[in-house]
């Protein structure tokens, strides 16, 4: 498909000439324009550690274009007064220019969130590739560089940087309501209890801490200490905001001390022994984990998120993805595919939602995708790695903030790259080289997204990026 390339850079190239014969701009915009096709052109050759930025750091990306757009747009409205200033004639011009670079804005946000959506896929990213690329001759044929609109080249860039951000702050919304649904969702389910089960304070806390505000979540902490009526409940919450702080050492201390205490709820158990595995994991202490899995297991054989946890651990032990042909691996694929479907089993009858419809593409956008990408990462361990890149991806789409989705997609790559044969052909080179390359983009985001937490996540991002090196 190169030389569809080709013609695009052709047709773009002559465009540009007769842009340059009717508006007559400065040479440095014709320079802008050529290195802006460039530089789009070369995006798929982005440094991974860029590309993880730039995933992780969404909103200081945006903040950047945009505000660099504004900057510009006000030096040159400043720069170029429009001759006799604004009058009533001039306010149907100002509403124009100023609407079409919004509009163009919102566009280049558009296709560049598809784009890099693209580029995990490993799929054919041709047609994003030209959508950037027209996107960007929109930009330049728009903008009011000629003798008679000059003055409003300020006004167009301020609409650009505009749109761009308030795509961002609309596609913004929709993941944090997304995300909030998930936590609500990961809380009822390893609670084990609806609403209406809980006392009016853990309602409070439930939805101060699946929205992430944690100034309420501490008062109502405070308040419920005051009253006495401190729950097993609450005391999870606790640990489990500790937890995404990276203050491992302070949530072991609570779930201990709640497993201590003799008047606390014993049917929570088994899920203050698994946030203790999960404690002691994120604390590299690989042997107190396995030893706290057991002890919730063994305290609520049913628990769906120590099923889950335990075949996810058990995959990581596994060192390659391909078939099994011993009989000790035949042995281990199996166990982790009998907790899976275990895991499943419990799955479709502690919840409204239906796991097998969730993992054939039957998604609505907010899901629980703890379970789907644990799926995936199963089924990748299992020998059978197709169907699981595409619950990875899916995961990622629908929670682009879950770094274990990034960092199983990442393994996905390495496991491509190293069943690859070793061959001579440059073509079969490029493959292998094109999925270690995105093997440690997906690591660096995995890591990018645990930002100072020093978590188990992050830790097997680090060593299988070294193996990728």
């Known amino acids: ?241 500790y937890r995404l702080e990276g203050d491992y050492d302070r949530a072991l201390n609570i779930l201990t001390h709640e497993l201590g205490r003799s008047l606390r709820s014993r049917e929570f158990d088994a899920l203050l022994h698994l946030q203790m595995a999960l404690n002691y994991g994120d604390n590299a202490d690989a042997a107190a984990m396995e030893r706290a899995l057991k002890e919730s297991e063994a305290a609520n054989p049913d628990c769906l998120l120590t099923q889950v946890t335990i075949a996810l651990r058990k995959a990581e032990s596994i060192q390659s993805a391909e078939p099994a042909v011993d009989s000790t691996r035949v042995r281990s694929q199996n166990e982790l595919l009998r907790r899976l479907w275990k895991a499943m089993d419990l799955y479709e009858h502690q919840s409204s939602h239906r796991l097998l419809a969730l993992v054939t593409g039957s998604t609505v956008p907010m899901t629980w995708t703890f379970l789907q990408d644990a799926y995936g990462y199963i089924l990748l361990k299992s020998g059978r790695p197709r169907f699981s890149k595409s619950l990875f991806v899916q995961s990622i789409h629908e929670d682009p903030t879950f770094a274990s989705a990034y960092l199983h997609l990442g393994e996905w790559y390495l496991n491509d790259a190293h069943r690859r044969p070793s061959s001579k052909r440059p073509s079969d080179r490029r493959s292998v080289e094109r999925s270690l390359h995105l093997a440690r983009t997906c690591f660096h985001i995995a890591k990018a997204f645990q930002k100072t937490r020093n978590s188990l996540i992050r830790r097997r991002a680090q060593a299988l990026l070294d193996s990728a090196e």
């Open 1 to 241: 498909m190169a030389w569809l390339i080709r013609i695009t850079y052709v047709a773009l190239l002559v465009l540009l000439k007769a842009f340059v014969d009717g508006q007559h701009p400065p040479w440095y915009w014709t320079l802008a324009f050529l290195c802006a096709i460039v530089a789009v052109d070369s995006l798929t050759e982005t440094n991974p550690t860029v590309t993880a930025w730039i995933y992780s750091a969404k909103r200081d990306v945006t903040l950047i274009a945009s505000g660099t757009a504004v900057l510009l747009g006000l030096i040159l409205l400043v720069a170029r007064h429009p001759p006799g200033g604004i009058g009533p004639n001039s306010y149907s011009e100002l509403v124009s220019f100023g609407l079409q670079g919004v509009l163009v804005g919102v566009l280049l946000r558009v296709v560049l969130t598809a784009y890099f959506a693209q580029l995990l896929r490993d799929s054919t990213i041709l047609a994003q590739r030209l959508m950037l690329m027209v996107a960007v001759t929109i930009l330049v044929m728009l903008l009011p560089t000629g003798t008679t609109h000059r003055h409003w080249t300020g006004l167009f860039l301020i609409g650009v940087g505009l749109g761009f951000y308030l795509h961002y702050l609309v596609r913004g919304k929709e993941h944090a309501r997304a995300m909030r649904f998930r936590l609500l969702q990961n809380i009822s389910s390893s609670l084990e209890l609806s609403t209406e089960q809980l006392r009016p304070s853990e309602v409070l806390a439930v939805k101060a801490f699946a929205a992430l505000r944690w100034s309420d979540f501490d008062r109502i902490l405070e308040t419920a200490e005051q009253s006495g009526v401190v729950t097993t409940v609450l005391k999870c919450l606790e640990a489990s905001k």
